[in-house]
């Protein structure tokens, strides 16, 4: 029944999170003078939520939100040199190496040639292809769709896009939140793979059961279902 699977990208295809939690902790760092590291964290995690409808996802909003956040914290007395080190701090997660997950690629390569598979990941459009290119799995993919967000809505025009039924369509990914929930919602098939950190934003307080949901530790796992 399932013909199409889509796979998030970060922190399902390759890692991510790891380097937003090693930014942040050393942008906290920078502030210690001002505020407290907890407290910090949280003025930071306040700034990307109300900045989230304007910019969206991804590394330049993030750099923006940490720009803004540290003239906030400072009162306006943060000093050139530290907003430096900010913007560095983002062109570096730009700039990172792609760290594609233990047995993503033997994972693809096997079910390619029965699926069609795509990548639905949100985030920025040239930021998720320079990871996609240099991840070296784009040959796996039949289209790669960048979402502004993953709500119902979203995966819907997703799926009419791949002309196919909501119960031919399986989204596999390490947000409970984004990746399976709305996908659930709308008739498709959602299996979890959970990534040892996970965003505030993307948690949730409730248990998923539902008859087309699955979850798993690791990726090669899927081999053995599909
Ligand atoms: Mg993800």
Redesign the pocket.
């Known amino acids: 029944m399932i013909r199409t699977i889509a796979f998030?990208?970060?922190?399902?295809l390759w890692v991510?999170e790891t380097y937003f939690r090693d930014a942040e902790d050393y942008f906290c760092n920078l502030l210690t003078d001002y505020v407290s590291f907890k407290e910090c964290q949280k003025r930071l995690f306040d700034m990307e939520m109300r900045n989230l409808p304007l910019y969206g996802y991804g590394i330049k909003p993030f750099t923006l939100s940490l720009i803004e956040c540290a003239i906030d914290i400072t009162d306006g007395d943060v000093s050139s040199e530290t907003i430096t080190k900010i913007i560095d701090i983002g062109k570096e997660m730009l700039m990172a190496p792609v760290d594609v997950m233990k047995g993503v690629e033997k994972t693809l390569k096997t079910l390619s040639k029965k699926y069609r598979l795509v990548v639905a990941t949100k985030g920025d459009l040239l930021d998720q292809e320079r990871k996609l290119e240099k991840s070296g799995l784009s040959s796996y993919f039949h289209h790669i769709e960048v979402m502004s967000d993953k709500k119902p809505v979203n995966y819907t025009n997703l799926i009419q896009h791949l002309d196919i039924e909501p119960a031919a369509f399986l989204m596999i990914?390490?947000?409970l939140k984004?990746?399976v929930v709305p996908v659930l919602e709308i008739g498709g098939h959602a299996y979890h793979i959970p990534?040892h950190t996970t965003w505030a934003h993307e948690q949730i307080d409730f248990e998923v059961t539902h008859k087309q949901f699955k979850a798993f530790e690791s990726v090669t796992q899927l081999l053995e279902v599909l």
Not at 8 to 12: E, H, K, L
């Open positions: 998030d990208a970060d922190d399902t991510n990914g390490n947000s984004s990746d990534f």
